[in-house]
């Protein structure tokens, strides 16, 4: 189809992954359309892997069950929300401890829009800039202030924009805190599915080798040609 992705993610040192990813593309009444995500469990609470998870799921359904494309980007941030409720009630239901971050990438008639809530990251790419998209939702001490599990509302990011000729990167802290960028401009180049694979692969091998301990999980998304 219109694009060409490739994810991975790690245990690394870490006891469990409580990272979760999707990625699909569809053509919905003709119109190609992608959806990404990347969720990180949030490690200080017991039941973080379940968010991830769940998170991830309730997207891919969603995804799987549209039939229309218009107002799609509007309707993802409110099945988003809808996701946080519902972690919260599951929780509650389970005496879980569970929180997440979470972003998201959805590509559509040409168009970008990116969501967060947490302190996952998403960065567009050419073969000569990298610009991170999103901001960080924490504090110097690397204490979140929005996340998914939070009880009452929770403020997504959403920022839209031209996607023709970028790539883009979501990612973890795991992936992000020790990876040289200057690798990230290669996968704007990457005409086949196994670079972006082997790009994935040399960029965990870095951060492992610069001292990550976290888990470790990241999807590449590039327009075809």
């Not at 110097?140 to 990011?157: C, F, H, I, N, S």
């Not at 091998?205 to 999980?217: L, M, P, Y």
Request: charged residues 25%; neutral net charge.
């Amino acid at each position: 189809m219109k694009w060409m992705f490739a994810g991975i993610s790690e245990k690394n040192l870490r006891p469990t992954n409580m990272d979760s990813l999707f990625a699909a593309e569809r053509r919905i009444n003709g119109t190609e359309v992608l959806l990404a995500a990347v969720c990180d469990g949030v490690g200080s609470q017991a039941d973080g892997a379940f968010a991830a998870a769940f998170a991830t799921e309730s997207l891919e359904s969603w995804f799987c069950a549209q039939t229309s494309t218009e107002g799609m980007a509007p309707a993802l941030r409110e099945r988003i929300l809808r996701i946080n409720h519902e972690i919260v009630l599951q929780a509650q239901r389970q005496r879980l401890a569970a929180a997440s971050t979470l972003t998201a990438l959805l590509l559509l008639d040409g168009r970008y829009t990116a969501l967060c809530a947490g302190d996952s990251r998403i960065y567009a790419l050419d073969r000569t800039d990298v610009q991170q998209l999103t901001c960080d939702d924490a504090t110097e001490d690397g204490k979140l202030t929005e996340y998914l599990g939070r009880a009452g509302a929770v403020r997504v990011q959403y920022l839209e924009g031209e996607a023709a000729q970028r790539g883009f990167l979501l990612c973890t802290d795991g992936f992000y805190k020790r990876m040289p960028q200057e690798l990230l401009p290669r996968a704007a180049g990457a005409r086949r599915r196994d670079e972006l694979d082997r790009l994935l692969a040399e960029m965990s091998r870095t951060v492992k080798q610069r001292g990550e301990r976290d888990n470790i999980s990241a999807v590449i998304i590039k327009t075809k040609g």
